[in-house]
């Protein structure tokens, strides 16, 4: 399968535990980002990164929320001491680099990380 | 900032009739836009996108979409569903940098 691959499909946490979602881009594909899905809403972009660097964490929550794209190795989002707000799809979707030609701004998505806090 | 409306939460059609979902977007220059379809438990699969060019762009499993401008709008059609298109739609809206901006989606049902 060449396309983005996440795990775990399912987490399940109790309040105050950390969350580690891990997410392998497609082939090729130099950029990574996660959205967040609540219950009846649509997707909410958190961060974008490149290989070993953020580009844009404007989505992220200012605490308890980390990214990283390491040079080897799948991108990681870690959600510390999870609260039971925290219960949600995580997506990650990768693409080429916006710099790429021909640019496409097509995102190409994993089928997420559902996260249920107790 | 960028934004997408999507102004009908929940629709239901019946198997063989049209389809029109609407979705209206803000940005300040000429946007890429996005439908994306989600089956329940499932990622988001692309139907089609419009950068340029045609405004009335096909995409798979029979979509199409047309872009106007003067209306800020990238309605997305189907001439007859199946009951297999059941599922919710995105839209979105980028400018160069590969952020999405999500609408709220529209949630679609199929009778039969």
């Known amino acids: 399968n060449a396309g983005v691959m996440q795990n775990p499909r399912h987490l399940v946490r109790r309040r105050g535990q950390e969350a580690r979602l891990r997410c392998s881009p497609m082939?090729?594909?130099?950029?990574v980002y996660w959205y967040r899905q609540l219950p009846e809403e649509g997707l909410k972009f958190m961060v974008y990164l490149q290989k070993e660097n953020i580009i844009d964490e404007s989505g992220m929550p200012k605490e308890r929320f980390s990214a990283e794209f390491p040079k080897e190795g799948p991108s990681i989002l870690r959600i510390q001491q999870v609260v039971r707000g925290d219960s949600a799809a995580y997506f990650c979707?990768?693409?080429?680099?916006?710099?790429?030609?021909?640019?496409?701004?097509?995102?190409?998505f994993g089928e997420g990380s559902r996260l249920t806090v107790l | 900032a960028q934004s997408v409306t999507q102004p009908d939460i929940h629709i239901t059609v019946s198997e063989g009739a049209s389809l029109e979902l609407r979705c209206n977007y803000s940005?300040?220059?000429?946007?890429?836009l996005f439908w994306y379809v989600q089956s329940p438990g499932q990622g988001l699969q692309l139907l089609l996108k419009y950068f340029s060019g045609d405004t009335l762009v096909q995409g798979i499993k029979g979509f199409e979409a047309e872009f106007k401008r003067s209306q800020s709008s990238f309605n997305l059609r189907k001439p007859s569903v199946h009951w297999s298109d059941a599922a919710e739609y995105f839209c979105a809206v980028t400018g160069t940098a590969s952020k999405l901006t999500f609408g709220t989606g529209t949630r679609l049902q199929v009778t039969l």
């Open positions: 940005y300040g220059a000429t946007p890429y």
């Open positions: 979707a990768s693409s080429h680099s916006p710099t790429d030609s021909p640019f496409t701004g097509e995102l190409f």
């Open positions: 082939k090729g594909h130099s950029h």
